[in-house]
């Protein structure tokens, strides 16, 4: 298809990287400073040729083909305040990472426009939002790993992967975290995982190889979108120990790629199950990685993006 140029925002780092797999080229918005959501081309991401740094102050004078929207003050504050009246009339994608929060079940859309496409990153995001007369799709999430990662699980020990999960409460699941963490051996890792006795952050190109070495994965997350952490561990053979709620409850089957229940104890006898049983924790890996490579391809996620942007745009 036709190569286009997107203008997006650096919103999810890790996202944005298996976003920008797609062949097209890349705008993403910057300001001095680089503040949160105006990060542009930066850290330490290996950013590929497509992706060109965009000064908000400059962005008016360039060319685009479509706009993409990450959240909700892009969308009703940037793109009056950065676009001119012609980019606003450009073909427009808003890009759903979260289910609702404030209410599960009944919450409208902050984004009821016919003429903008609604994506959502998992069915059930796009089943828990009121979408009102916004069109939708669902593009599931594409990840890659580094080729020689794989996991060995030599290492005795749980590993969670979660960013500032101290500050972010319940939804996040610190307190699960801390429960699970009495009872069995876990470490976590992410941005703030200090906070709470963690390692730290991994950059994203080492924590396939840093995560390989752990047991299982463990997965405190109450209600969020399916996490690419989550993924990227199922992608090199790594079991899933978590929480049946969400996208994990049809990602995750039971002895199969791993084990998701409500219950915490029993997750906890099957932390231990898979410490006390190596064999048990490698087999269980294999059906995760099959389960990935199946669903989660990156090949998938670039045709589904594909065909969004030819749906909107051409």
């Known amino acids: 298809m036709q190569r286009l140029k997107i203008l997006t925002w650096h919103t999810h780092g890790s996202y944005l990287y298996y976003l920008t797999q797609a062949p097209h080229d890349f705008y993403v918005l910057s300001k001095p400073g680089r503040p949160s959501g105006y990060g542009g081309r930066c850290g330490h991401i290996p950013w590929g040729d497509n992706v060109f740094d965009m000064p908000v102050e400059e962005v008016m004078n360039r060319r685009f083909d479509c706009i993409l929207f990450q959240d909700d003050p892009q969308y009703f504050n940037d793109q009056h305040e950065f676009l001119s009246a012609a980019q606003r009339n450009l ?118 190889a840093f995560s390989s070495r752990y047991r299982f994965f463990f997965n405190p997350i109450r209600y969020t ?37 409500t219950d915490l104890r029993k997750l906890v006898l099957h932390m231990q199950q898979l410490l006390d049983d190596p ?32 749906a909107v745009a051409m």
Do not use: C
């Open 91 to 208: 073909p427009k994608i808003y890009l759903e990472h979260d289910p609702p929060r404030e209410n599960p079940t009944d919450m409208r859309h902050p984004v009821d426009d016919p003429n903008v496409l609604l994506v959502h990153v998992t069915p059930f995001n796009e089943l828990m939002w009121d979408n009102g007369d916004t069109p939708t799709r669902v593009i599931e999430h594409g990840v890659i790993v580094p080729e020689g990662a794989r996991y060995n699980g030599e290492l005795a020990r749980g590993l969670t992967v979660v960013n500032n999960i101290a500050r972010r409460g319940r939804r996040l699941g610190g307190d699960i975290f801390t429960t699970a963490r009495e009872q069995i051996p876990l470490d976590l890792v992410g941005m703030g995982a200090e906070e709470l006795g963690g390692i730290g952050e991994v950059e994203l190109s080492r924590l396939p």
């Open 225 to 261: 979108s399916m996490g690419l952490a989550v993924i990227e561990a199922m992608m090199i053979g790594m079991p899933v120990v978590g929480l049946a709620t969400t996208e994990m409850a049809t990602a995750i089957e039971n002895g199969v790629s791993g084990y998701v229940d």
């Open 279 to 310: 064999g048990h924790a490698r087999s269980l890996g294999e059906g995760a990685r099959r389960r990935a490579l199946e669903r989660f391809n990156i090949d998938r996620f670039v045709e589904d993006w594909n065909a969004a942007f030819k």
